[in-house]
């Protein structure tokens, strides 16, 4: 009895740590924040009422995953609609700034800013595939297990996808280091 | 010392950390060796650090925190919940434990005469196309060609799949009013292998038609109908309206959200007069 309490407990405690990497997918899959923030809730009552929660040490966060993008093309079912194209707030994570001079953290804004804006503008399946590859530190295997694909499909994608960001940052980043200068 | 091009080939497989063993050290010593190599892993590693850097992109905002923590927290009182409710309920466990018993000769018969039945189960092909026209629909799933001609595509196909795909254009030759529309066509994966995806589009609303081999995938499950000697299994998954059937070597599935069955699919293939017999079994009776 208690065990199961406990349990409940610490998946809820080992959950909530992916709450950020859930957020930034959502906000890739749904591309609006209040569809994303629906999202995550629905993603977690999901994975919180779910019969059996994996280890929580092992494969919690892509099982996480899964649950969000089976969640997200249900709701696409439903709507029978394509996503919407909003703007997303370009405000960054707080960073530890006390410990940085106002140049280097205007820099790194910039960087991430431009990173940022660069995977929002990606077609829809290179961006998911970028976030879950660069950003959230996926394996191939995983991936494929979130994306129901082969793993082969995962590096060619993965591939094209790097290299039509390349091109996006290469052209941003020449003209950004035009205005710095 | 390996070749620049083989390591060049690998490189992204080391760079994501997905070499083990002697092929990572195959890799690492070509590196330390190969002056260009190097110079390009260098700029491989310093624009996946660019992006990489970037992480997290974006925070949860605490609003959204503070309601995903209360949902975790309201499923910890249900858990909570459950063995008192297990103990007050314990005397009419018992209660039907004791009918279980009594009922158990006749369950044991009722088990035993559904079993000769078989069960009616949706074919992973089924869902499989079901997905891809979802998916399709998504953005996620581009045509890797776009054409409204069947024999462009037919010919597309040729030598991209182990089967022959061809599309017959009965609006084309009977003269008819256009009733459809031929998008284009993809590849998809199906049990390790290439189906072909082909897009249709009727009064704005899509069509998928997802074409393999018989020896890859059997129609099976769901409700079967006879129609001019052959057998469509009809499911209806998510909303979606799936026909499969199999004829002379190919598995097809089409899949559409019209009416009724989605007989009227169909018509992508057979418009003319001469087919109504086989549309019409597909009807609801």
Known sequence: MMDGLVEMVEFGQAALEHIDALYGYALALTRNMTEAEDLVQDTYLRAASAAHHPDINGNLKSWLFVIMRNAWLNEVRHKNSGPKFVDLDTSGPPVDQLQETPHVVYLRKLEREQVQQAIESLPDAYREIIVLRDIEGFTYQEIATVLDCPAGTVMSRLGRARGKLRKLLSTWQTKSHAKVV | ?285
């Not at chain 2, 059997?218 to 001019?228: K, L, N, T, V, Y």
């Open chain 2, 1 to 285: 010392m390996q070749k620049c091009e083989d390591i060049r080939g690998r490189l992204t497989l080391y760079l994501d950390d997905e070499l083990q063993g002697e092929e990572r050290g195959m890799v690492e010593a070509h590196l330390s060796d190969c002056e260009s190599c190097a110079a390009l892993f260098a700029r491989e590693l310093n624009f996946l650090n660019a992006i990489r850097k970037g992480a997290p992109l974006h925070v949860a905002p605490p609003e959204l925190r503070l309601k995903v923590e209360k949902i975790l927290r309201q499923e910890h009182v249900v858990e909570k919940s459950r063995p008192r409710r297990a103990s007050r309920m314990s005397w009419l466990v018992a209660a039907a434990a004791v009918l279980l018993l009594l009922a158990l000769p006749f369950l044991v018969w009722r088990v035993v005469k559904q079993s000769s039945v078989p069960a009616v189960k949706t074919s992973s092909f089924a869902l499989k196309a079901a997905d891809t026209h979802l998916r399709h629909m998504r953005g996620q799933l581009p045509l890797e060609m776009e054409s409204e001609s069947p024999q462009q595509i037919s010919s597309w196909f040729l030598n991209k799949v182990n089967f022959s795909v061809k599309l017959p254009n009965y609006q084309e030759s009977s003269g008819q009013e256009k009733l459809y529309t031929l998008e284009g066509a993809r590849l998809v994966n199906y049990q390790s292998d290439y189906a072909a995806y082909v897009a249709y589009r009727m009064k704005d609303r899509p069509i998928s038609l997802v074409i393999t081999s018989d020896s890859v995938a059997r129609p099976s499950g769901g409700e079967e109908i006879q129609a001019r000697g052959l057998t469509f299994h009809y499911n209806a998954i998510d909303g979606l309206k799936v026909l499969t059937w199999s004829d002379r070597g190919l598995t097809y599935a089409l899949v559409s959200d019209l009416e009724e069955r989605g007989q009227q699919s169909c018509i992508v293939c057979h418009e003319g007069t001469k087919d109504r017999d086989l549309l019409e079994p597909l009807k609801p009776h």
